[in-house]
T-cell receptor, first 116, second 113 residues
């Protein structure tokens, strides 16, 4: 059962415009959320995270928004650049879940293509 | 070199053979993980480890074996490779997954023929 869902397998955006990648989760125990970016033939790399005590976190062109009541988060990239073309994975964890080993739960990823 | 390294980067093996994928990290992170990435499935957890000699199954452990005798190494063994195990395998480590996430290796592309 997929606890973290990325319902859009792909997104295509023109350079300079905003990219919005979405992620939904089902487990109300999740309280820490991350986005990873993955280029072909490389491992995923950490991009940005947000704790459940916040509803927004910004890092340069990247902003993550968290809507706890809707169990939804989104990643905004403004302005989008061709170098942003990659697969983006959403991930979540439950810090106070006790018996688990602190694992992250990943969505299936969204392929972002930024065209000139 | 500091970091997390996987070897080999590419491997072709025959059905029924045993193959071991290596993962080594230099940070002394307690936590280590093995994932496989397949089209349409994203990243699926195979096995994970919270410390040396402590391992547990993830979502798709069948056909795989792990060991963690030393903190820095976390090898993944396919006991008798099958074509369905053709995939890209990623190792990851973390000092605290729920606070800092993971750092991933570059992956091993395994083809079973």
């Amino acid at each position: 059962d997929q606890q973290v869902k990325q319902n859009s397998p792909s997104l295509s955006v023109q350079e300079g415009r905003i990219s919005i990648l979405n992620c939904d989760y089902t487990n109300s125990m999740f309280d820490y959320f991350l986005w990873y970016k993955k280029y072909p033939a490389e491992g995923p790399t950490f991009l940005i995270s947000i704790s459940s005590i916040k509803d927004k976190n910004e890092d340069g062109r990247f902003t993550v928004f968290l809507n706890k009541s809707a169990k939804h988060l989104s990643l905004h990239i403004v302005p989008s650049q061709p170098g942003d073309s990659a697969v983006y994975f959403c991930a979540a964890s439950a810090r106070n879940r006790g018996s688990t080993l602190g694992r992250l739960y990943f969505g299936r990823g969204t392929q972002l293509t930024v065209w000139p | 070199d500091a970091g997390i390294t996987q070897s080999p980067r590419y491997k072709i093996t025959e059905t029924g053979r045993q193959v071991t994928l290596m993962c080594h990290q230099t940070w002394s992170h307690s936590y280590m993980f093995w994932y496989r990435q397949d089209l349409g499935h994203g990243l699926r957890l195979i096995y994970y480890s919270a410390a040396a000699d402590i391992t547990d199954k993830g979502e798709v452990p069948d056909g795989y074996v792990v060991s963690r005798s030393k903190t820095e190494n976390f090898p993944l063994t396919l006991e008798s490779a099958t074509r369905s195990q053709t995939s890209v395998y990623f190792c990851a480590s973390s000092i605290s997954p729920t606070n800092y996430g993971y750092t991933f290796g570059s992956g091993t592309r395994l083809t079973v023929v």
